[in-house]
Nanobody
Framework: QLQLGESGGGLVQTGGSLRLSCAAS????????VGWFRRAPGKEREFVAS????????AYTDSVKGRFTISRDNAQNTVYLQMNSLKPEDTAIYYC?????????????????WGQGTQVSVSS
């Protein structure tokens, strides 16, 4: 099964930036759609962003549009989430996940492979 590992989380002040990375264990990563999800304290896991195999199709939840950018480098088996203008409400554990469905999805149950998550904390 595809192994995923997130990195790049940390503690930043409001308005700061972080870039999360999701690295895969296999060269076949390019055959997977990838999503970023997050779970804030006391809340359900929610969709953040997704990207198609080629990177040509992306989607974002409304609360991060214009601030977050998802991208991928298939040569490096890595997907990125650039997060700018961070807000305290972005504080959460961020997970990347991979899916072999035809199109990227916003539904976490469509993703079969998950990373362990990376903590993002934004102070006010």
């Amino acid at each position: 099964q595809l192994q995923l590992g997130e990195s790049g989380g940390g503690l930043v002040q409001t308005g700061g930036s972080l870039r999360l990375s999701c690295a895969a264990s296999e060269l076949t990563f390019r055959n997977y759609n990838v999503g970023w999800f997050r779970r804030a304290p006391g809340k359900e896991r929610e969709f953040v962003a997704s990207i198609s195999r080629s990177g040509s199709i992306t989607a974002y939840t409304d609360s991060v549009k214009g601030r977050f950018t998802i991208s991928r480098d298939n040569a490096q088996n890595t997907v990125y989430l650039q997060m700018n203008s961070l807000k305290p409400e972005d504080t959460a554990i961020y997970y990347c996940a991979a899916s072999r469905l035809t199109l990227p999805s916003e539904t976490d149950s469509d993703y079969r492979s998950w990373g362990q998550g990376t903590q993002v904390s934004v102070s006010s």
